[in-house]
Every structure is written in C-alpha cells, then in structure tokens.
C-alpha cells in the first residue's frame, strides 16, 4: 500500500499529489512514468513520475475519468493499492545549446522534470506553456527559475498570448532557432507542434500518453506507427520524434473506449457525488 | 431444478474402457457465464476410475509427467480412500496439482504413456482429473520445511516456473524472495487462462500453499526496469529468472493499428488479471462486438474466441491458414469451442484489415490457402491460391499468433546471453546461464506448458541446491 502524503488542488481539475514510495526515486529519471492501481477493482493508469524524493514521489493528475477522479478524491492518510515504476525510457538529455520546451493543459507537468534536466545539462531553455485559460495555466512559477524565456498562451487570451501554443512557438522559432523541441500536451497538440517542427527541420520529441493496459511491453495497447513501424509507446517510448508519429491514426485510437469511459465514470459520480467538481 | 438444467451427463459408470465421464456445464448455460466448465469427479467417481489403474511395476507413466509424479502411488491412496497420502505424494512432485489437473495437455504427457491406453480400444487412465480430485479435496499438509540455510536466492517471474523453484528450494530451507511484475502472483494462470478454465481462486490457493513455505513475494518490481538486475545479482546468492515470454506477435498487415484490433494478450489481459468481465464493478474495460475474428488456432486462440463468445459477441469466427489437422490446440479446447457455436474457417489467411471513417474495423480481405509440402515444422506449408481474396465482415480482431521473449529483456537484462530467439540461453539439464544465474521455462524454450515450466523450475531448484551448497 501507498498512502497519500499530501494533495494539493493547483488548477480547477488538476491535482498536485505526494505519494508514498520506498524506492522510485532511486532510479527515476525525467521522462518516465509509473502506472497506479487504486484498489482491489482498480484499472492501471499511467502518470507520470513529476519528481521523486526519497520514499516519495510526486504526480499531477488532470479528473478526466472514473479512475483519475478516484485519485484526486483520496485524502491524506488514505492508501493506493499498487504502484509500478519508473516505466519508459528516459528523456535524452544532452547540452544542445539553445532548446524549447512546449507544454499543454496538464502536460505541463510531464514536461517540468525534462526543463529542469535540460537546464541543468546546460541548455538555454525557451518555455512555452499553454492552456484554456489562466486557471488551468498550471507550474508556472515552478517552472521559472529553470527557463531562460518564457511564454504564455491561453485559447481565451485570460493569460499571455491568446491562441495555441503553435503562435508563440513560430516567434521562438524565428527567433532563437531551437535546435530541438520537446512538447508534451494533448495529442492534438503535439500533432501541430510537430508539424511545425518538421516544416522547420527540427528534431521534436514527444512524449506520447495512449491507452495503456500492463505497461510493460507485453499487450501492444499501447501501440502507435512511428515512422511506419509498429512502437509499443510504453516499452519504445514515451518519447518519439513527433516528426514520425502517425497522430490521425492515434488520435482515433485515443477514443476507443469512450463509451466504455463515460459508462463508468457516470456510475462513479451516482455513487459518490462529484466531489471534486 | 438447476441440476436438470445444468448437468450435461448424468453420474453413471461408463464401460471399464472408457474413463469415467467428468461432468460438465452445458454448453447453451456456459456461454453466458465465466463459470468453469469442467466440474470435476465426486469421490465415487473419483475412485471408480482410480480403480481402472493396473499399478504397473514400471510405471511408465511418470516418464511422460514432466516433474515425475509417484502417479500409481497417489492412485493408490486415493482409491484406498487416504486422500492425505495422495495428497502428500503429489505435492512431492508437484507444488501446484489443482492446476495441473486441470491444463496439463495430458493425452501428449501422462496419458499417453498409460498401460490401460494401449489397450486396444481402450482409454487410458484419466490421470489428470484424478489429480484434481485430490488436489480440490484441499487437504491441508503441515509443511515441514527443512532447518534454514544461510543463503537467499531470488526468483524473478511468479509463473509456474518461478513458483516452482521458489516453493522446491523454501522446502530446503533457502530464504527465497520472488519479484513478480504484476501486483498478483502465477503469470499466465492467471492473465492468460480464463476463469472458465482455470478459477483464479484455485491459483490463489496454490500461491497460499507456495507462501506458507515462507516464500516472500515482492510484486510490482519489474526487474530490468524499476529495479536493476545487477542489484538483484548482486544482492542475492542466486537467481532463477522464470520471466515467461509474454511480448505479443502480431501478423502487421495492413490495417493492424485499427481500432478493435486487440492482441490476445490485450484481451486476455483485460479479461482476466483485470476482471474486465466484471465491467463496470471493476474499473477495465473490454471491448464486445457482435463479429468477432480470431487469427490462429492454438490454445490461446481457442481461449480468447470462447472468452469473447461469454462476453456476450454474436458471432465468433476462427480464421487459420492451415487445416484442421495442422490446429495445434488441444483436441478437447477445440471440442469445446465447436460445442460452444464458435464458428471455424480453415486455409484462410487475412491479408489486410479495412476501417471505416472513424479507424474502427469493419472487415477483414482474407485469401483462401491450399496445401504444399511440409516445412520445418513438418507441418505442410499453406500456400496462397490466387484471385482467392474476399471480404469478411467484422467489427472485432483478435489476434492470437503467439508470444515472443519481452523487449524489457534485452534492455534490462545485459549480463544475460540470449539466443537467435531472443530467449535465454540456457542449459537444458540444470538451466544454468552463468555463474549463479538460472533461467527456465518460457523464457527458455518458448512458449511451451505449465507443467514444463514446472519441470524447468523444478530442475533449476535442484541445480541451485548444489551450486549452493558446493560453494559453502
Ligand atoms: C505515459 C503516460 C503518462 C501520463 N501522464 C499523465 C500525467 O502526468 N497526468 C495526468 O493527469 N494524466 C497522465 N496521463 C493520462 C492518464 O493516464 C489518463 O488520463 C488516465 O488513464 C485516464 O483514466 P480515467 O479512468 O480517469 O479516465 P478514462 O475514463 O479512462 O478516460 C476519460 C477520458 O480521458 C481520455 N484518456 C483515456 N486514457 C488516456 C490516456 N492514456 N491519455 C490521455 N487521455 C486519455 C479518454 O479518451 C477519455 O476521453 C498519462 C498517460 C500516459 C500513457
Ligand atoms: C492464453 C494461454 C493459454 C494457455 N493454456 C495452457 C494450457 O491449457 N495448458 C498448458 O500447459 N499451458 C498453457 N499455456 C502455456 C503456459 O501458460 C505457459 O507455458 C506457462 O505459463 C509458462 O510459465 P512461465 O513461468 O515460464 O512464464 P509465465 O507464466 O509467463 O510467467 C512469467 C511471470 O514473470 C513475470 N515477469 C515478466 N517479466 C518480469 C520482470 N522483468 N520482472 C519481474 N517479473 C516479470 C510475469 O508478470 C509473469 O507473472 C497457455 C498460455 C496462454 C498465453
Ligand atoms: S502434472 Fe500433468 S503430466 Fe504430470 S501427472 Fe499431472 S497431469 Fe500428468
Ligand atoms: S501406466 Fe496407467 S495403469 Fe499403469 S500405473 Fe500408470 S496410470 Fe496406472
Ligand atoms: S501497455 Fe501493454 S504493451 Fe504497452
């Protein structure tokens, strides 16, 4: 068992939360993920690993469905059943000179260990964070000291540039010339941030998020055509060259079990409220 | 009157040639539970059919049981009615016998080297479902486990290979730690097989049996990943690495990223270790279809086309390249598969899967297959037959072409050699890879049996035990 060491509400659906764990943070490095397991009845969602500290280990989840609203509405003390991780390969992290991290909605938790790293490693770091609008806008001062420049973009314009993150991206680009892009966010997009990327020429990793099942390599759920060969994002991955991801194809695989989803999420919320609404 | 309704044959003595019948769930009852199929003997069963065992003084048997089972000896004691004995005699060989009894493909094992079965016209003894019998009596043994030894090995994988091994060295006294993937133990028992062949709470019970020997278990450590091999190496005394060959294979035609295209595993997976067949009390979901297409004709085929079928599928269509000769399942899977409505297509190969706007499936090109000369396998090779193609319609793909060693093993695993598999490279008699280091079951030989994993974990133990003591 895993308790929960500490939750913090950080946007109106997003939870900023401390976990329990003897030894991920030995091993985990920037980029990877750990799948949890709430309880006896649990699915395995993967998240991934935001920090970890010595017996503890940090994720900020986004209540999209039955399994993620169950997460954020555990309280302190209370325990998750399973944890598995670090998963997924590492983020290649080198000196590079100047770089650009891009990151959307709740991806921008994903992408705060890969800034960090990449700062550390000696890279002039260009930050683009976009989401909905300001509330939804999540890190933005853990992220600071670690960014040379930052930029801001919400859809409705309630913070930075009104827009996606493609508009302040094409500035970057013309300006500073990153020679590698790193944007993690919804699929939609990193399909655009990489399509940006290829019409510039630029390396672009993503970090892809599909449906997964084990996480080990070992059901092909997870699969997507990266450069036109079958990856298996949890064992090949997360990371890819957004360049060579066929996104309309995972895309569509994205919604496979919607139905599936709204199913058990609706039972969820008539059995215990929308507690955290 | 649910017997009426749900016992297919009655209890009555067959003729002294034939086994004595097991009963089982009618197959218009099954389809719509996940309730094993298969119901077992009563004790009067249980001994009639012992009775037909001649007690041969050479028991040739035991040389087909993979881990040497006394098997005239626990046939003796059953049918004197001392189910401790039997049970004792058993667990000797065999740490895990309610399983056995239920998968081992007996007829290719055992059976076939049973005296009575050479009779002509003659079925030999049901040895299989005797050891069930005794084996669900679930006597409880005092477990006498030999003082401790001042040596710790590490079992990696908590399939039945690596219970084996965990289970025959705690009996010698070993401090043992098993590091297991999955937050449950048994591997494919339990995210392979189905429920309806193999109840999970009969696994748990076996694991209990492996735990009261004082087996630690750590689960959620995938080794090679979220710990080190190196670590474990260099930590433990020895290691027995017993991690299956669990990657999926896919056919990678065109179409294959298409939605509702599930590799056996997936579903499998879902449906079992998940409990997705319980959706929405427990959280996993698994696809239902009306058209569901399963590729392949092995056991795991069989296993996911019936699992869908109770799902609640329509229609379930086997699709094979080869003929009904050349189906590598089990004669009695098939059986029952064929009992339940699935639906069989021989010599057809699917050559391309079509979507529609949305990348769900909705058909399969297919090509029809004849039959040219043997190949390695000794098995004649399917050739196709031109201007063969047409269109299946489908909404659902599954499919079951076997499993390959896991890509975490080449990465995590370096110190380890393998072979052109990509499998571990071991020795046969005692499973040794290097100083220390053992391997068997799956992993080593590909996808094989339960029992032979067994074997495997078995001999490795033994091999283990004396490099262990040897050293001192
Ligand atoms: C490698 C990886 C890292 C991830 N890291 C994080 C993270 O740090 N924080 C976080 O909040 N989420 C993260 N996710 C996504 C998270 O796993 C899903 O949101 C979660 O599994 C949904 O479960 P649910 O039961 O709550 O929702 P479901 O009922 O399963 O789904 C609800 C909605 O979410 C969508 N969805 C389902 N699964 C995923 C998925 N894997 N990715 C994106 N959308 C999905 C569905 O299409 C549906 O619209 C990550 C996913 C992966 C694969
Ligand atoms: C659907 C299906 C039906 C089958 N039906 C039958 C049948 O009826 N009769 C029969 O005899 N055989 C059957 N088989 C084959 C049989 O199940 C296998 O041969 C047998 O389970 C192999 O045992 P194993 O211990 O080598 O591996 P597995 O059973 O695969 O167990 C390996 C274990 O290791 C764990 N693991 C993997 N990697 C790691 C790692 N890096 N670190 C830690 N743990 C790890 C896995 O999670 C798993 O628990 C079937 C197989 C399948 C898939
Ligand atoms: S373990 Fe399998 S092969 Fe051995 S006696 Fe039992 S059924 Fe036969
Ligand atoms: S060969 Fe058959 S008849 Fe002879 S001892 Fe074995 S089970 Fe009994
Ligand atoms: S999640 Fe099963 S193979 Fe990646």
Redesign the interface.
Same mark, same amino acid.
């Given at each position: 068992m895993y308790a929960v060491l500490s939750k913090k509400r950080i946007a109106p659906d997003t939870y900023d939360i401390w976990l329990s764990h003897p030894? #991920?943070y030995r /091993?985990a490095k920037p980029g990877q993920f750990l799948i949890i397991?709430i309880d006896e !009845?649990?699915?395995?969602i993967p998240l991934t690993i935001a920090s970890a500290e010595k017996d503890r280990v940090r994720v900020i989840v986004k209540a999209v469905g039955?399994?993620t609203y169950k997460l954020c509405a555990m309280n302190e003390g209370e325990s998750v059943?399973? #944890?598995?991780?670090?998963?997924g390969n590492p983020s290649e992290i080198e000196k590079l000179g100047t770089v650009c991290v891009v990151g959307g909605g709740v991806g921008i938790a994903p992408l705060f260990p890969v800034a960090r790293a990449l700062k550390a490693a000696g890279n002039e770091v260009i930050g683009i964070l976009g989401a909905a609008n300001k509330d939804h806008l999540i890190m933005v001062d853990e992220f600071s000291p670690f960014l040379d420049r930052l930029y801001l973009s919400t859809d409705d314009g309630s913070a930075g540039i009104k827009g996606t993150v493609t508009n302040p991206l094409k500035e970057v680009i013309a300006d500073y010339s990153p020679v590698t892009i790193w944007a993690i966010g919804p699929m939609v997009m990193m399909k655009f941030v990489s399509l940006l990327a290829s019409q510039n020429d630029i390396p672009c990793w993503v970090s892809l998020n599909p449906i997964m099942?084990?996480g080990?390599?070992?059901?092909?759920?997870c699969?997507?055509?990266v450069g036109g060969v079958?990856k !298996?994002a949890c064992?090949?991955g997360p990371e890819f060259d957004g360049r060579l991801v066929?996104w309309d194809?995972l895309i569509?695989?994205q /919604?496979? /079990?919607r139905e599936?989803?709204r199913?058990?999420l609706e039972?969820y919320i008539r059995e215990f409220g929308e507690k955290n609404a | 009157m649910l017997l009426r309704n749900t016992y297919v044959n009655s209890v009555k003595r067959m003729p002294e040639k034939s086994k004595v019948r097991m009963r089982e769930l009618d197959p218009s009852e099954r389809v719509n539970s996940f309730e094993e199929v298969a119901l077992g003997y009563t004790k009067e069963e249980a001994i009639a059919e012992a009775n037909r065992c001649l007690q041969c003084r050479h028991k040739p048997c035991v040389s087909g049981c993979p881990v040497g089972i006394d098997i005239p000896g626990f046939i003796k004691a059953l049918k004197e009615g001392d189910i401790e004995k039997s049970t004792r005699i058993l667990k000797d060989a065999n740490n895990l016998p309610a399983i056995c009894g239920r998968v081992c493909p007996q007829e290719k094992q055992c059976e076939l080297a049973c005296v009575v079965g050479k009779i002509p016209g003659s079925e030999p003894v049901a040895i299989g479902r005797l050891e069930r019998f005794v084996a669900d009596q679930n006597v409880s043994l005092e477990t006498a486990v030999k003082p401790s030894v001042n040596k710790r090995v590490a079992v990696i994988g908590a399939g039945p290979a690596g219970l084996t091994a965990a289970a025959d060295l705690a009996k010698e006294g070993f401090s043992v730690t098993v590091f297991e993937?999955?937050?449950t133990a048994g591997g494919v028992l339990v995210y392979g097989i189905p429920e309806f062949r193999l109840p999970k709470e009969i696994v748990a019970k076996e694991v209990e049996f492996v735990k009261s020997l004082g087996v630690e278990f750590r689960?959620?450590?995938?080794v090679g990943? &979220?710990?080190?091999f190196e670590e474990i190496k260099n930590e433990y005394d020895a290691v027995f690495i017993g991690i299956g060959a669990?990657?999926?294979r896919?056919m990678?035609i065109p179409g294959?990223?298409l939605?509702?295209i599930?590799?056996s595993?997936?579903y499998l &997976?879902?449906t079992n270790l998940?409990?997705a067949y319980l959706?929405?009390?427990?959280? &996993?979901?698994v696809?239902i279809k009306d058209r569901v297409a399963v590729i392949g004709a092995g056991n795991v085929t069989m296993d996911a086309a019936r699992t869908a079928k109770r799902l609640g599928a329509k229609e379930v269509h086997v699709v094979y390249r080869r003929s009904e000769e050349e189906m590598p399942a089990r004669i009695e899977e098939y059986h029952h598969a064929v009992e339940e409505g699935i639906l069989f297509h021989w010599l057809t190969l699917p050559v391309e899967y079509i979507g529609d706007i949305?990348?769900n499936v909705t058909g399969m090109k297919c090509v029809k297959m004849t039959l040219g000369e043997p190949d390695d396998s000794g098995r004649r090779r399917p050739i196709q037959i031109e201007g063969s193609e047409f269109i299946m319609e489908v909404d659902m793909v599954i499919e079951a072409i076997g499993q390959t060693p896991?890509?975490?093993l080449k990465?995590g695993f370096q110190a380890v050699r393998l072979n052109k598999w990509g499998s571990i490279d071991a020795d046969q008699a005692s499973g040794k890879v290097d100083e220390g280091i053992y391997a068997g079951g799956d992993i080593v030989t590909g996808s094989a049996t339960v029992i032979e994993a067994m074997g495997a974990g078995k001999r490795s133990a033994r091999a283990i035990k004396s490099y262990l003591l040897r050293k001192g």
């Open positions: 030894d #991920i /091993y397991r !009845f649990g699915e395995r039955k399994s059943s399973d #944890i598995v991780g670090p998963l099942v084990d080990t390599g070992m059901c092909g759920a699969r997507a055509e079958m !298996f064992v090949h066929n194809e569509k695989r /919604y496979q /079990y599936e989803e199913l058990a039972k | 993937a999955f937050h689960f959620n450590q995938i990943r &979220t710990i080190p669990g990657a999926p896919f990678g294959s990223n939605n509702n599930f590799s595993s997936e &997976t879902r998940m409990k959706f929405p009390r427990y959280d &996993t979901p696809k949305n990348n896991n890509a975490i990465a």
